[in-house]
């Protein structure tokens, strides 16, 4: 048995055509689960989906497959991005598993550890720039351009078709679709991609709360360390649209979302996917409101250290064992 596949699943709904072979890692039907203890605080209704769970622990995968899929369709031997991490390590095992090389352009010094463990790993070739994500990637679209490699940012469009799922299984698991919606927003592609999932839903569009860093360049949420949105027309637009808001976070704001979330819920992940929390809970939701938790805690280890107490040593003794719980 092989896994079920999102071009599986939604084949009717994603651009790939019959024939093409499927670069899948068993992406897709991530958790819903329910939140108590956030609920009760906030008064509402809340819902995690789990998009940590993805094969390389983030969102980037369910547009990894499609974006890869049709590379390989079209005779593409390499593809390319800018990263700030996911992306990267998304890109990464896609094309090492579709036996295709993957060129990854990363903003200096600002890209978390676990990341850049995964894209190393998978064989990639990682080359530092020295500059801002927002330089790498335009120098990764001037390449592309050229010929050899293909895009795989978001601004390869299969990647928000693909992407685009995850509006459509929350509307599934819940059974309709959410009162409110919040998310981190960085570049605004996954902003867009459940716009788009929920207008093709075609069953009402949630209230969009995006969550973005009040000082992009600098955030410590280094996911979403954009400072120039490539799809922020599109983005900002829905979330108007929609009746949402952007909600501009402090690093303080995130960091305590992110807190809740692993003390309060038992879901660690990183910092940036902590911002729809934050939207969350500086603005307001009512009724049945979704928290798309956008990328695994373990991803960036070091940021820890911002939330959690000291390990303290002990003597092997049950006496200072005791003294050390005390
Ligand atoms: C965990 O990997 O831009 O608003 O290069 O890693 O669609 O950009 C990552 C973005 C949210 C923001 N949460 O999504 C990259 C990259 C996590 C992320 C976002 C990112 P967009």
């Not at 048995?1 to 068993?26: K, N």
């Not at 009512?286 to 303290?312: C, F, N, Q």
């Amino acid at each position: 048995m092989d896994v079920i596949t999102l071009a599986e699943r939604y084949r009717d709904r994603l651009p790939l055509e019959p024939g093409d072979r499927v670069v899948s890692l068993g992406e897709g039907s991530t958790p819903l689960v329910y939140a108590d203890a956030l609920s009760s605080e906030l008064g509402l209704d809340l819902w995690l989906k789990l998009e940590s769970m993805n094969p390389t622990g983030s969102f980037k995968d369910r547009g990894m497959t499609v974006a890869v899929s049709r590379a390989l369709a079209q005779g593409a031997t390499a593809v390319i991005c800018a990263s700030t991490g996911n992306t990267a390590a998304s890109a990464a095992a896609y094309a090492a598993r579709a036996g295709m090389e993957a060129a990854i352009l990363l903003p200096q010094g600002a890209v978390s550890l676990g990341k850049l463990a995964q894209a190393r790993a998978a064989g990639a070739r990682l080359l530092e720039v020295r500059g801002t994500f927002d330089q790498a990637l335009r120098a990764a679209s001037a390449l592309a351009a050229t010929g050899r490699h293909v895009l795989v940012n978001s601004l390869n469009p299969d990647r928000i078709e693909g992407q685009k799922t995850a509006a459509f299984e929350i509307a599934e698991g819940l059974g309709r679709v959410p009162d409110a919606l919040a998310l981190p927003y960085g570049g605004g592609g996954n902003t867009r991609a459940y716009a788009r999932g929920f207008t093709e839903w075609d069953a009402g569009t949630p209230r969009f709360l995006a969550g973005a860093a009040a000082r992009r360049g600098e955030t410590l949420a280094s996911a979403i360390r954009i400072v120039d949105p490539a799809h922020r027309a599109e983005a900002e637009t829905a979330v108007r649209d929609s009746g949402g808001a952007v909600v501009a976070l402090t690093d303080d704001e995130i960091v305590d979302a992110w807190r809740a979330l692993a003390e309060q819920e038992g879901v660690f992940c990183e910092p940036a996917s902590a911002a729809g929390l934050a939207a969350v809970r500086k603005l307001g939701a009512s009724g049945t409101v979704v928290v798309v938790v956008t990328g695994h805690g373990l991803k960036d280890p070091d940021a820890v250290d911002r939330i959690a107490a000291p390990i303290v040593g002990v003597d092997a003794d049950a006496d200072a064992i005791a003294e050390g719980l005390a």
